[in-house]
């Protein structure tokens, strides 16, 4: 039977003390689960050996890894670390710091007694600036001092919050390894499922299924094991149920719920449509569905996500959000805009917060509009930009690879009007890649009117509406002397009227008559605009 956590028991002290943390971490990080170590404890080993690692963990787990590792052969000195007990004040960098005075005194006697001094450094984070660079306070400078005398004559074991991001590459070079604790492994996660919660989810049998198991964890395991052993406690007898909760409370809130009110879009070609249904509506629902009764293995076969390119204003954004909807689950939708830090390397945090909030909020959905904007061709960049703006495609490419843990259950959407435009690694890695056009058929042109009239409350006669799609359509009509259907898309490309312009110029209706009255001023308003030139038109996109 699977060794659940009795985090009621007091074996291990209260909820939130010193020992109950600890065992926490141990359950979550270093327990031996089918013959394999956890990952601390190749941390230990590497320590062992006389290797100085550097841990990025969550903040909340720091002081538990210390205690963790202070039980491991000789004794240790602790650094750095926040005694918020031990005074009534606010506590300052020189606060945090001022343990160093003795440390080098602390360092001869190691010498004299032939014995190399094993340090642990807790919130390493605090001596960077905020901003990649090393804080430039005496405090900072010491410390780092004091860090770098104790890698070259002992070992050393640096603890750092995760959320922080890396530390400025002078701590970094201190260390002869990096270790990231991002996640807990999905064969742990069971071990620090409180044991009220199996058996309130099982029954009698007071075992999970591996199922069961499996989405507790997907939800759960980018939080620290703390928090998430706090939040099962909490969670109803419902399976279904409790993962909805376990999702609202590790949910960010640039992730908002999807809406209840769906309704199918309008104005795109049959062909688009059935496309996104069957290609990623049908097995994200599957996703999103799943009860935990069978194996997993098939959900995670997931499509990685997709492209929508075309000209402006042809909807691909809302057919990104309908995806969303239609499937259930949270969405974010995020530009360039929204990520670009004027900052070195803040931009490429940017990314990797957004990722990794993605993960908990999984399955989700990732909509990034205008995405040329934020993943440019490498290969057309030049002058000072270029690093900054390559590292962030990097950053993007990585945790779309899943090097910061595996994407399962979120999809990515991009949308753009500049594919080639786009980082052809980019496009690569999200290989499913659908255009969206200017509508090609007089039925599209009649399904926006629809739209437009519900949308504004117009009440426009059959006739005046033929007009509208008469209108809208007609810069797409064909001539008997050009019926190819390259004249159609070339014509539709070059077109006046986008589904976003359609509904812009029948706005000019409301307030006013809406009828043919209404109809000769909204024509009269767009007779002065020129059409493009078709010889100067070049097409963007790849069919």
Same mark, same amino acid.
């Given at each position: ?136 306070? @005496? ?45 807990? @492994? ?71 719920? @999807? ?177 969206? @056009? ?106």
């Amino acid at each position: 039977m699977m060794d659940y956590f009795d985090s009621e028991s007091t074996d291990f002290g209260f909820q939130g003390s010193p020992e109950w943390n600890k065992e926490v971490f141990r359950r979550a990080f270093l327990v031996n689960v089918n013959g394999r170590n956890g990952p601390f404890q190749q941390v230990i080993d590497r320590l062992e050996l006389s290797f100085s690692v550097l841990v990025y963990l969550p903040g909340n787990c720091m002081r538990a890894a210390a205690e963790v590792a202070k039980g491991v052969g000789r004794k240790w000195k602790i650094c750095g670390r926040i005694d918020t007990e031990a005074s009534d004040k606010p506590v300052s960098l020189s606060d945090l710091w001022q343990g160093y005075t003795g440390l080098f005194g602390d360092i001869r006697n190691w010498f004299s007694s032939a014995q190399s001094p094993r340090v642990i450094f807790e919130n390493l984070e605090m001596l960077g600036d905020g901003h990649g660079g090393l804080d430039q306070s @005496p405090e900072a400078k010491t410390a780092l001092l004091y860090l770098t005398e104790c890698v070259r004559t002992g070992v050393v074991l640096g603890l750092s919050d995760l959320r922080a991001g890396e530390l400025p590459d002078p701590i970094r070079r201190a260390f002869s390894e990096e270790v990231y604790l991002s996640e807990i @492994p999905f064969e742990r996660f069971p071990y620090i499922i409180p044991r009220v919660l199996a058996e309130r989810l099982s029954g009698q049998n007071q075992q999970l299924t591996d199922g069961a198991s499996w989405l507790l964890a997907s939800r759960l395991r980018w939080t620290d094991p703390l928090r998430s052993v706090r939040i099962m406690e909490t969670l109803p007898a419902d399976l279904k149920q409790a993962l909805a909760k376990a999702t609202e409370a590790t949910r960010t809130s640039r992730f908002s719920p @999807p809406s209840s009110n769906i309704e199918a879009p309008t104005g795109f070609e049959p062909e688009t449509i059935k496309l996104l249904k069957n290609s990623f509506i049908l097995p994200y629902r599957q996703w999103a569905g799943y009860s935990g009764s069978d194996s997993p293995a098939e959900l995670r076969k997931l499509p990685r996500g997709v492209i929508l390119f075309g000209p402006p204003g042809t909807g691909k954004t809302t057919l990104a959000r309908w995806v969303a909807e239609s499937i259930g689950i949270p969405v974010c939708q995020v530009s360039a805009a929204d990520l670009k830090r004027p900052e070195w390397g803040q931009t490429e945090r940017m990314v990797q917060e957004l990722f990794a909030s993605a993960r908990r909020a999984a399955p989700c959905v990732i909509v990034l509009d205008d995405a040329e904007d934020l993943l440019p061709e490498r290969t057309r960049l030049q002058g000072d930009l270029a690093s900054s703006e390559g590292g962030v495609v990097s950053a993007f490419l990585r945790e779309i690879e899943g090097y910061s843990g595996p994407l399962q259950g979120v999809l990515v959407i991009l949308t753009t009007n500049q594919f080639f435009a786009l980082d052809k690694a980019a496009r690569s890695r999200l290989s499913r890649h659908i255009k969206v @056009p200017y509508p090609l058929t007089n039925e599209q042109v009649r399904q926006i009117v629809e739209s437009g009239c519900k949308y504004y409350s117009l009440q426009v006669d059959d006739g005046c509406k033929q007009q509208l799609v008469d209108f809208f359509w007609g810069p797409l009509q064909n001539t008997a002397a050009q019926t190819s259907e390259t004249t159609v898309r070339r014509k539709a490309a070059s077109g006046l009227f986008a589904p976003r312009d359609i509904l812009s110029a029948m706005q000019l209706l409301v307030g006013g008559d809406p009828g043919n009255a209404g109809f000769a001023r909204m024509k009269r308003h767009y007779e002065g605009l020129k059409e493009l030139n078709l010889n100067e038109f070049k097409l963007d996109g790849a069919e």
